[in-house]
């Protein structure tokens, strides 16, 4: 599509960034409703119209899925905001929750043209704005399904990736069967992500919308101990497997204190709150117990989840502890400045050394000691060097482990012949294919914890490559009939 | 949905379902277990797979009518459904053969030390059992404990069945006659504790099963978190049968009572509403 815009680059670049309405601090820290409002109409279409419509849209190569972000844009300018969804559609699968959670400063608005001299054009926003608007009034069209395929394909796990990978194979004419660990469908987005951040009926519309292709979903099935691959593939008949069963295994500092009453996983804690609901405790069965202070370690978005969720459960202080300084996080930008709007307290360049039992073997405070920046380490950034003599004590009685995770072992442990990478990964190749044959892995699993949208990458890159897979079987099945002929 | 295909009283609060679960039933291994929800605001709790029948599609499990959510699997009948049932999760009892093993149960654990009893039985063992609890009224299971063994003996607290004592009491007796290779014990937290503080002394390897708070029961929450030997095992996945000479049951025993706040709150609350249903059990509990 050529340039529609009327008016002049330079005109454009007066226009100043639309920022969508959000609800005020202080009434959001009690409840769990979301944060931004997102943009109206009017706001998105002023916001459409700041886009250049470069001719070498760099902000699609930024993007993970490479959606034709101009187009989308144009779509909006004119207002045909259905039209935008869908374009949308043509690569991503789960756009009103890629336009929630997907870190978009450091990718499709990192590279913008206008981002240069300029506040880039708020992508994310209008991703989001699209896909609400669509859902809202309702117009969405499920999309064509291109022939009935014979065989039937094994997605494990129901999160980001293994529901774009479902819904691609599912669009191509495959029976696609999804197995979940779980009682609810989503995986990270159902038990990590926390409402205020991505409510349920956006979820559900999702995973519906998926379903509505003909994907199956099998909850309260663990993959490994229900049934291992080789039965799904030998004796279920499934002719391929995609494995997208995540990070999930929490990791602890094994430091003194840990398994003191009052220290929690960041997974134990988000799962009893987002998926079991604790806060509507005893309206529902599963608690959670908070005290009135609360540390949670680490500086990802699992981190800003834990420590915002505290904050909305009662705690009257919440600390954000994280061994480097603010600039090192790898928190979304947007989450650490709504952290930090909720009064969530920033220690930075901290690190626990110790928890400390009330005799009662319970927390009752969190020993740290302050930390200094030394040279960049393997991942780029510099890493923390303790500070002796530092050590203070911090008063708490709740701490939230939020340090990252692994991905869980049980597959790689009951598939034979399954290649393992770095940290219990599961190793894959481009294609996303592992070492066994028919069998790919993509998203956390491989990864060992990175973003929603890298793991809806891997989702559709393993689908190409499991149609590709069973195309090539198939042939193979034809030319050996021929054959023997 | 899985649907209750019987249910059956075996004490007065203690109750045996056959569940319809027709992927579970046929993997099902000794030592497995089995995480439910029994309403959809339920919470998920770990339960014993007791029994399995994989041509039926069926499992078997024993509750104990204790919290909340246990209360209220009671008042379900034949015919009635429970949302969530996801398994066999956990590591299957490590079979031995030709050995003389002591199987301990107390309580509502000797339902879930029958089919470990069945299978190191099935397997070649010599099998010694004994079956403890409180009082008669909670003695469960005793002629299938008796069929799983060559010899059998029941003790009770107040003597109102078999011998009157603990069953640790009824085990020193065995371990000052004859050396086990082994001994398995699952009940409460403190008869784990003594039966491993027991055998300790006569130098007998002996496992426990360990039933730590969970709540997704596939290694996920880390709220199971156990210390063995001065390590952090998870229960769910690393157990839940650990060395009972290993296990730090004091912590475990104090971790257990994180939630008892708001269990007695969910407690109250379920039997105010379940007044009727609820009576009879409550009242036994007490």
Same mark, same amino acid.
């Given at each position: 599509m050529s340039a529609i815009n009327p008016l002049k680059p330079s005109q454009r670049m007066k226009i100043p960034r639309e920022h969508a309405p959000e609800r005020p601090a202080l009434e959001r820290n009690g409840d769990f409703v979301e944060v931004s409002l997102g943009f109206t109409s009017d706001q998105a279409v002023v916001e459409a119209t700041r886009c250049l419509e470069c001719t070498d849209p760099v902000c699609t190569t930024g993007c993970p899925v490479n959606i034709d972000i101009r187009s989308f844009i144009q779509l909006v300018m004119q207002r045909d905001f259905v039209g935008a969804a869908r374009k949308i559609r043509e690569s991503n699968y789960l756009p009103a929750i890629c336009g929630r959670v997907c870190p978009q400063e450091s990718q499709c608005e990192a590279v913008? #043209? /206008? @981002?240069?001299?300029h506040e880039p054009v708020a992508i994310g926003k209008l991703e989001r704005f699209v896909a609400d608007y669509e859902m809202t009034n309702k117009l969405f069209v499920p999309p064509a399904r291109t022939e009935r395929r014979q065989e039937k394909v094994a997605v494990v796990g129901s999160g980001p990736s293994g529901l774009t990978c479902a819904a691609v194979l599912a669009q191509r004419g495959y029976s696609v069967s999804v197995f979940e660990a /779980?009682? +609810? !469908? @989503?995986g990270v987005l159902r038990y990590g992500i926390p409402e205020f951040r991505l409510p349920r009926t956006v979820l559900d519309e999702e995973v519906d919308r998926v379903k509505g292709l003909g994907v199956e979903i099998q909850t309260n099935f663990v993959v490994g101990m229900t049934a291992t691959v080789d039965e799904l593939m030998d004796t279920w008949g499934y002719a391929a497997v995609y494995l +997208? #069963? =995540?990070? @999930?295994t929490p990791h602890f500092m094994s430091i003194p204190g840990e398994n003191l009453i009052g220290v929690f996983s960041a997974n134990e804690f988000l799962t009893r709150v987002n /998926?079991?609901? +604790?806060? +509507?405790f005893p309206q529902v069965d599963t608690p959670v117990r908070l005290g009135k202070r609360v540390a949670v370690v680490g500086g990802g978005n699992t981190a800003m989840d834990a420590v915002r969720t505290s904050r909305r459960l009662g705690a009257e202080r919440a600390y954000l502890v994280y061994r480097r300084s603010r600039q090192e996080m790898p928190a979304r930008e947007e989450e650490i400045h709504h952290a930090e709007e909720e009064g969530i307290e920033f220690l930075m360049l901290t690190s626990p050394v110790k928890i400390v039992d009330n =005799?009662?073997? %319970? !927390?009752?405070g969190m020993i740290c000691q302050k930390m200094a920046l030394g040279e960049p380490d393997s991942s780029g950034r510099r890493s923390p060097i303790p500070i002796e003599g530092s050590e203070f004590t911090l008063d708490v009685e709740t701490v939230i482990m939020a340090i990252g995770q692994s991905p869980n072992p049980v597959i790689q442990a009951t598939t034979p012949g399954l290649k393992t990478g770095k940290k219990g990964t599961v190793a894959v190749g %481009?294609?996303? %294919?592992?070492?066994?044959? @028919?069998v790919f892995a993509g998203g956390d699993v491989s990864r060992g914890g990175a973003t929603v949208i890298l793991a809806m990458r891997d989702g559709k890159t393993a689908a190409a490559a499991i149609e590709e897979h069973l195309l090539s079987k198939a042939r193979e099945v034809v030319e050996e009939a021929k054959a023997s002929l | 949905m899985f649907t209750i295909r019987s249910k059956e009283f075996l004490s007065p609060t203690i109750a045996r379902f056959i569940i319809e679960a027709p992927y579970v039933a046929p993997k099902r291994k000794a030592g497995n277990f089995v995480i439910i929800r029994v309403s959809d605001n339920g919470e998920r709790i770990p339960i014993t797979l007791v029994d399995s029948d994989p041509v039926e599609g069926t499992v078997t499990l024993i509750v104990q009518a204790i919290g909340k959510t246990t209360k209220e699997l009671l008042t379900k009948e034949a015919g009635d459904t429970i949302p969530d049932l996801v398994g066999p999760l956990g590591k299957p009892t490590p079979l031995h053969a030709n050995e003389t093993i002591v199987c301990v149960g107390g309580g509502v654990g000797t339902a879930e030390l029958l089919p470990i009893t069945r299978a190191l039985k099935e397997s070649g063992n010599r099998i010694l059992s004994i079956v403890g609890a409180r009082s008669r009224d909670l003695i469960i299971l005793e002629d299938e404990m008796r069929a799983a063994s060559d010899a059998l003996a029941v003790t009770t607290d107040d003597g109102s069945y078999g011998k009157k004592g603990f069953v640790t009491d009824e085990l020193k007796e065995i371990l000052d006659r004859e050396k086990p290779d082994a001994v398995y014990a699952i009940g409460p937290l403190p008869m784990m504790k003594a039966v491993s503080a027991l055998t300790k002394v006569y130098g007998v390897h002996t496992t426990v099963s360990l039933n730590a708070l969970m709540v997704d029961g596939t290694g996920m929450c880390g709220g199971c978190r156990v210390s063995i030997g001065g390590r952090m095992k998870f229960a769910c996945v690393d157990g839940p049968e650990f060395d009972g000479h290993a296990v730090d049951f004091d912590e475990l025993i104090i971790r257990n009572r994180s939630y008892t706040v708001f269990e007695q709150e969910s407690n109250r609350r379920f039997t105010e509403e379940h007044a009727c249903a609820a009576q009879q059990a409550s009242e036994v509990v007490r």
């Open positions: 913008c #043209t /206008l @981002g240069k001299k /779980l009682h +609810a !469908v @989503g +997208a #069963t =995540g990070a @999930g /998926l079991m609901r +604790a806060y +509507a =005799g009662r073997h %319970e !927390v009752q %481009e294609k996303q %294919e592992t070492s066994r044959p @028919g | -």
